[in-house]
Structure formats: C-alpha cells, structure tokens
C-alpha cells in the first residue's frame, strides 16, 4: 500500500513528448525555408501539437488537483480523457488511474449508485484491460453486489496477471467461501454418508429405477454412484455456474463425461423432452440444510413430481406391474427439544442494559431469527426462522432440558402428504422438563430415510456431517416482567408448550406457553398474529381438542391459535424490539471489551482537559444530574474541544460512549442504514445534544485542511471470527498519517499475536477432501480442493478437538500508535519472521491457530482467545502436514501483508 495517495510525476508532459518526438527542437529542424508552403504548414501542426500538449497537461493537472481535493468524480473522467487522447501515457498514470477509480466507484457505491458504478469499471477495463488492479477491483465489486460467479473469473484473471498480487488471492478467498462453503469438504469426507447413498442408489436401480436424475448434482457425486450401479440413462442438473464447471471437470476426470448428461440449469426450469427425452424413474438428491427445507427441497420436488418424474407408487392401481417413480431420500423425521445453552443466548439476544456506558434501557435488542411467526408472508423471504451450529463445538456446551420429541413426519415419495394445503397448519406439542434450566432455544433435527434400509441423522450425538437447527427464544416472547431480566427459568415437572409449521415450505418453531407445575401458573408467550388463518376462539370444540390432542409429543397435532395474541409494536408497556446481525449482538454483550474502550476513552478525556470529567455514562436521558454538578455533556466538561473518529464497523458503542464522556463531536464512518438509524435513536435517548454525533467518510485521505483532524481515532482490530479486520492496519497507519491531531491517540494503541501448532483432523476435513477414500474411489478431491481455505475462521480451541503440539509462542508485535517521519511506513504494516519452537509432543501438526493479545491502551488489555469476549479463533491450515517428534525444533515462516496473516512450516529432513 502506498500511503501518498497524490503522487504523479510532475513532467510527465515532458517525458511524453521527448518518447513521441515531441519537442519543440525537432519540430523547428523540419521547417524548410525555402519552402514557403512546406514551413508554413509545419508550423501549422507544431502549433497545433503544442495546443494539444496544452490541453493535455491541463487535463492531468485538474485529475491530479482532483484527486488530492477527494474529487475522484473529476479525476476519474479526467484521466480517463488524458489516456484516450495519449494511450503512450497509460503506463505513466496507471497507478493513479486506479486509485481514482477505485475511489469514485466507492463513492458511488455509498450513494447506492450500483450501475454507474459497474459501468465506471467498465469504462477502466476498456483502457487498462490488463492492469491487475482494476481487474481485482472489478471482481470486488462485483462480489458485493452478489455476482460470485463473475467475481471469481475476474480474481482469476488478475492472478493470470500478475500471480503474486496478494490482494486478488485473498478476494479469491473470500470467494471461494462463498462459492464453495465448507460443509462441501464435510459432506465429502463423510464416508459413511457416501456408503449410505451409494448403497441407496443401488437398490433402487436393481428394483428397475435405472433412469436417474440428480437434481443439485455439487461435484457430480450421487451421479458417478448411479453410473456405477448401473443406471441405463443419467441425467444431473447444477445451477451454480462454478459446481457446474467442477462437476464437468470431475466426471472428466472418472470418464464419466459420456455417462452422465450434466445439464447447467435449475431443476424446476427443466421439461420433457426439451431437456429429458422422456421421466425418469429415479430422482436422487440431497437439497437438504440443518433445517431439513431450507434449501427449498418440497418445491423441487413438487415440480418433478408434477413434471420430470413417472407418477407415484401411492396414486397407481397396480404398481407391482407399472413402472413408477421414486425419490432417493424417501422421506425425513423431525425431532426437536428444550435446551439451555448460554452461547447461544448471547449469540440472539441483548443481554445488558447499558453498554459501554450507553443506556440501552427501553429496547429489546434481538437477532432477526428471533422475530418468530406462524406466517411465512409475514417475515422477509431472504431470513431464515433458524440459525445452525454444530452443538457439540458451541462455548459453554448446552443441556437438554426435555426428552427429544417427533414433530414432523415426511414422505417424499408421496406429493400429496407435502402440498402446500397439506402444510398449511399448526402443530402444538407438550414437553415435560426433565431437569431445571433456562429455556434458551429449540433445537430441531431429523433422520434421513433413503430407502426403508438406510438412514441417516443429523442428531447432535452422531458424528455427522450436518449442523443442527436452532430455534432462539427470545425475551420479546415472554410476557412476564420477571422473564426480561432472568429468562426463561423452568423446573422439573414443568411443561414447555411449542407451536411449529411448515407453512411456506420452512420449518418453524416457537415456544407458546410455559405451564408451571408447583404453583400452577402458565406463561403465555408472545405470537405475531395469522391473519389469514380461520380463527378459533378458545371455547370451540377444534380447539379444546387440539388441546387434548397435543398432551402426547408422539403424533402429529391438531390446529392451535390464540386469539389474544398481540404484536408488540401495539403493546404500549413493552419494550421496543430491533434486530441486529448476530455478530452486534455479541459485541454488544461483550462487556468486557466494551469496558475496556470505556475506561480508556474515560482516562484520555480526563488527562485532555483535566480533572473535572464527569463520567455520566451510568446515567440516561431524563435522569437528575443536579445532584452530580452538571446538566449536559458540555457543561460537564467545560470547554471540551475533544473529536472522535469512530472507524468501528456495525454497532459500534465507542463513539456514543465518546459523546456521553463529553466529546464536542463525534463522526462514525462505515455504518449501514440500519446501524445508523439506531445509533442516532440512542443518541437522543441518552441526551446527547444534537449535532455531536455524525455520520459520514472517514476522511482519512490528505485534504489539506486541519479541521478534518480527530483527537481519537478508535476502531474494532479484529473480527469477530478471528483474523484481522479487512484492511484495518492500513486505515490505521493512514488515520495517523492523515487524520489524527498531533498527540492525538490511536485506540487500541498496540497489539500481538499468539499460535500454537496443533494436530485436528477435524480441521483438515473442514478445509480439503482427503483423497479418494471418502469418496469410494471415485477422483473428486483435486478438483474441490481447489476452493479450500488457506485460513479457517470461527473456531473455538476450547471446543475444537485436536492435539496441542507446541506451547503458545509469539508471532508478532503491532505497535499502533508507532510514529514514522516523512514517508516511511509503519513497521507493521508488512512484517515476516523466522521462527524456531519445540515440539512438546509426538504428532502431525496440521493447523496453526492464532489469536491476538490487544491493549486498547496501556491499562487495558483484551485476548481473543478468551471465551468470555465476543470474538473466537483462527487457524492457517496447512497444505501438507508436517510429522514431528517430541523436543524436535520445528520451523515457522510467517508474515503479514495487507492485513492478513500467513504461516507455513517448514519440513524438517530425517
């Protein structure tokens, strides 16, 4: 990264007209004078030469001044006009180019502007088509507004550009996260799974269902198996342009490419015979999440049923003599219990009143999948109803508090049980509470039947490849007072009432009632209304027999609705419901870390303006502050003449708590919408005047003017996932570089990082396929290796298992509030370093996880790798494997560049 944003070369004019014979000599050298017409000519075109270097050193002037002044509008359409008038000068303004683009882009992508954003890039790569730049902008670009296909070729073509542009490398990353998400390399490593469907398939083609269709095909897997098992014809469709092209590739690779017809398009857009010559008989696939329906597998079917598929067994007269079609899975279970699980109860739901010394009091902050509902129009179509984890790896552990209950039963391979009408109802079951907790979530799963022999579970006590489905409950459900504060309390003997559906093709579930046993109460539950659900009064027969019915958790149960059921924007005495993502809400209730900024931002304040801060941060508007000395934040302070650049991403608390202390202006950088409109709700709630708090750019460009300078530029170092935030230790040095006053500070000022090198075969198998094996014989793992991840985020070391091979050691050191002279860089912007530690036990070292120690100032310190924070671990992992014995030296190289950490060890010889 280069920090002076502004440089060009001065005579580049200068330098363009001596290549391009140019000069002023020269043209005077081919003036003949004894030809009059000859010379007057020549001095025609040397003044029209000279008019046009004119114009051409004023337009690179007003691009550069431009650029400088943050006009990148201007010096955008200005370079684009200096290098289609003189194409020569393109490798000359190249760098400068870029920057302008990328910045303009940015400037319009702030402002929503999508298209002219995309066509500014287009109009780059029309000039600079091979400038690796623009063309990794280009794909970042495109990757956030959701073309991961397209984004993907364009990250590629930059590395064909230039293979060791870091940047393009780790968008690829990212991209192939997305593209290719890890339970891909789970599912293919499962090799039970695997086994369970290929022994699937094979019954059914030897039973006569020898035409096959896999619908999702992903590698082309339950393809291969039915080619092997001898299926007469088959037929895979794949809607992901990446899978398709790997899928082609993989069946390359087996000589299968004659064998299987691999259609790119979606199943539901297939039809006979444009696509099959005629139904199969046999559709194989695996559209399943941890929510079994989330990844829309009824509606699929529906449409092959109705379309790809011969008819049913269950609607012929004789089956035993007529060819009819079948679905491989044939059908699921639903289990669900009551669990406690404080993880998950700080992943959903706000659990403090005031954070950072901000009054949150009045707002129930909550996760979007808590807005629970009976109604699939009456949430956004994009928001799942659940969450997924895998339970056996969540911090803290959980606990069951009832006996596993059957919810749902349902038979693929008959339609008429999953129509829409056939889904279109409540089911209410009792669960008696077997050990005393806090009611904290449903968690749902289910038993996949591929046929009546095999099956497979997503249970939390399988090793399975599948997460489990999670349910929160949240506090806005609860009607009690008592309930806001403790949660959800329940004892032995207890029962917890919970209402599910299918309605829209989704599973839902919701807690509805709670009847307690010792004293007979029963806690009603909040639900959004069903508007469009016949209504039944508690007094009708239907629903004094689905009460009746829904004493037993072993059947399916009648309809239940409670008339009485208010939403809470209409309940006057309730507090005020906003989601958030869960990543803000764990931050939020990270108190720790928020305490940590407070005291910090306290100290500096104090020692700024002196002994008579007033911390008023406990106190929220309309309270008294007579009794303290003070009425406002600036009558407490004095003449405080302190600002802070909040530079934190999402919810940040840092700059509110920086007002509440006293601040005379405030500016967040970075906020969506949503952030924004409830920052600036806390802001009147907590009395803080009008106009400290703002939002805007980070100014952290040079502009000349020292009223863009802060005393306090703050921000949030590391994700919640582990690595460092995407290009923060470049906002850093250029905040200090640009935006902060003379002894302003930097928080945090410094931090270092940690690893350890461990043996996780858990880990491998999240991150690459492991050879053939897994896969039957079948040659997959080359090919999706390819997308594998070189840094696996979100781990928890406290849970993960794995074998510890070497002490904690220290990588790095980033001192933050470092200070260069002139144009020197920091020292922690690029840093490697050679390490030597000892093995202190036998194994295969496969990851390196790392965490970082941050001082958010010198009295303040916070671990990423404390489970009580909000943040969790990373770990780089490795390609090969490195076997090492107890007390043998072991090797590391490690560097970071462009905020991101990379780690390799070295193989020791014999």
């Not at 950088?669 to 949503?674: F, H, L, P, T, V």
């Not at 490195?882 to 560049?897: P, T």
Request: proline fraction near 4%.
């Amino acid at each position: 990264m280069d920090l002076d944003k502004n440089q060009t070369t001065n005579n580049l004019s200068t330098d363009w007209r001596m290549e391009n014979g140019a000069d002023s000599s020269s043209d005077e050298s081919d003036v003949d004078g004894d030809d009059e017409d000859t010379g007057s000519s020549s001095c025609s075109d040397a003044g029209d030469r000279q008019t046009q270097l004119h114009l051409l050193q004023q337009t690179m002037d007003t691009a550069k001044l431009s650029l400088h002044h943050q006009d990148y509008q201007t010096a955008f359409t200005h370079y684009l006009m200096v290098v289609n008038i003189a194409p020569d000068l393109k490798p000359y303004v190249k760098d400068d180019f870029s920057l302008a683009v990328k910045l303009w882009v940015d400037e319009l992508e702030s402002m929503g502007r999508g298209e002219e954003a995309l066509h500014s890039y287009q109009q780059a790569l029309q000039v600079y088509p091979d400038c690796e730049g623009v063309v990794n902008n280009m794909g970042a670009h495109l990757f956030r507004r959701g073309y991961t296909d397209e984004a993907a070729s364009y990250f590629i073509q930059a590395l064909q550009l230039d293979p060791g542009h870091r940047s393009a490398r780790e968008n690829l990353q990212s991209v192939c996260n997305a593209l290719v998400e890890r339970w891909h390399f789970r599912m293919l490593n499962d090799k039970g799974r695997n086994t369970a469907f290929h022994q699937a398939i094979q019954r059914a083609v030897l039973g006569g269902h020898d035409t096959v269709l896999d619908i999702g095909t992903g590698t082309g897997l339950l393809s291969m198996f039915a080619v092997q098992c001898g299926a007469r014809t088959v037929h895979a469709c794949e809607m992901s342009k990446t899978m398709y092209q790997l899928a082609s590739k993989v069946l390359v690779a087996n000589s299968m490419q004659n064998s299987v017809h691999l259609h790119h398009i979606k199943s539901t857009d297939m039809t006979v015979p444009e696509h099959l010559p005629e139904r199969v008989s046999l559709v194989v696939t695996e559209t399943v999440d941890a929510g079994l329906l989330g990844e829309h597998i009824l509606a699929t079917l529906r449409h092959a049923w109705e379309h790809l598929l011969l008819p049913p067994k269950s609607i012929l007269d004789h089956p035993e003599s007529v060819r009819h079609g079948r679905v491989i899975p044939g059908g699921a279970t639903v289990h669900t219990c009551i669990m406690e699980c404080p993880d998950i109860r700080r992943n959903h739901t706000v659990l403090q009143t005031s954070c950072c010394g901000v009054d949150l009091s009045g707002l129930d902050i909550t996760s979007q999948t808590a807005i629970h509902t009976d109604t699939a129009d009456q949430i956004s179509p994009d928001t799942e109803p659940y969450s997924s984890e895998v339970l056996n790896r969540v911090r803290g552990g959980f606990s069951c508090l009832t006996k596993p209950c059957q919810v749902f039963q349902m038979d693929f391979n008959d339609p008429q049980t999953f129509s829409p009408e056939s889904l279109d109802h409540l089911q209410v079951f009792h669960l008696p509470v077997k050990h005393p907790g806090v009611v904290d979530a449903i968690v749902m799963w289910f038993d996949l039947h591929l046929d009546d022999e095999t099956h497979l579970s997503t249970s939390p006590d399988q090793d399975t490849c599948w997460e489990q489905a999670i349910f929160p409950v949240h506090r806005h459900h609860l009607t009690e007072s008592d309930c806001l504060t403790g949660g959800l309390q329940v004892a032995e003997g207890d029962t917890v009432v919970v209402s599910a559906t299918c309605r829209g093709d989704c599973i839902r579930m919701w807690v509805s009632e709670v009847q307690h046993h010792k004293d007979g109460r029963k806690l009603h539950c909040t639900s959004i209304p069903n508007t469009q659900e016949k209504q039944l009064g508690e007094g009708s027969k239907e629903h004094r027999d689905a009460e009746m019915e829904a004493s037993s958790c072993s059947s399916p149960m009648g309809l239940y609705h409670t008339s009485k059921d208010t939403p809470l924007s209409e309940t006057s005495d309730q507090a005020e419901i906003v989601c958030l993502p869960q990543s803000d809400i764990c931050v939020l209730n990270d108190s720790r870390f928020n305490d940590a900024f407070h005291t910090a931002l306290h100290a500096y304040l104090s020692r700024t303006i002196g002994s008579n801060v007033v911390d008023l941060t406990g106190f929220c508007a309309g309270d008294s502050m007579e009794t303290e000395g003070a009425q406002s934040s600036h009558e407490r302070t004095g003449n405080c003449d302190v600002s802070v650049l909040d530079l934190g991403q999402g919810m940040s608390m840092v700059g509110l708590c920086a007002a509440k202390l006293g601040a005379r202006k405030v500016r967040y950088s970075g906020q969506n919408s949503c952030s924004q409109k409830l920052l600036e709700t806390l802001a009147r709630r907590n009395g803080i005047p009008e106009g400290v708090v703002e939002f805007g750019p980070s100014s952290l460009e040079p502009t000349g003017s020292s009223g863009a300078l802060w005393d306090v530029v703050a921000t949030e170092l590391v994700e919640s996932s582990g690595v460092l935030r995407q290009q923060v230790l470049e906002d850093i040095a250029l905040a200090r570089a640009y935006a902060l006053k003379p002894g302003g500070t930097i928080l945090p000022c410094a931090a270092s990082v940690y690893g350890v090198c461990i043996q996780s075969d858990v880990l491998i198998r999240e991150n690459r396929v492991l050879g053939s094996e897994p896969t039957l014989g079948l040659k997959v793992a080359d090919f999706m290796n390819i997308f594998q991840a070189t840094t696996h985020q979100d781990i928890t070391l406290s849970t993960l298992s794995h074998k510890p091979l070497t002490e904690p050691f220290h990588i790095f050191n980033f001192k933050l509030d470092e200070e260069t002279l002139g144009d020197t860089l920091p020292s922690y912007l690029e840093q490697s370093r050679t390490l030597v530690v000892m093995a202190s036990d036998t194994g295969t070292i496969s990851a390196v996880p790392f965490w970082f120690e941050i001082w958010v100032d010198s009295n303040n310190r916070l671990s990423t790798r404390d489970d009580s924070t909000h943040w969790k671990q990373a770990a780089v992992v490795l390609d090969k494997p490195v076997h090492v014995k107890r007390g043998q030296q072991i090797i590391l190289e490690a560097s970071c560049q462009n905020s991101t950490m990379y780690i390799t060890v070295k193989e020791q010889e014999s």
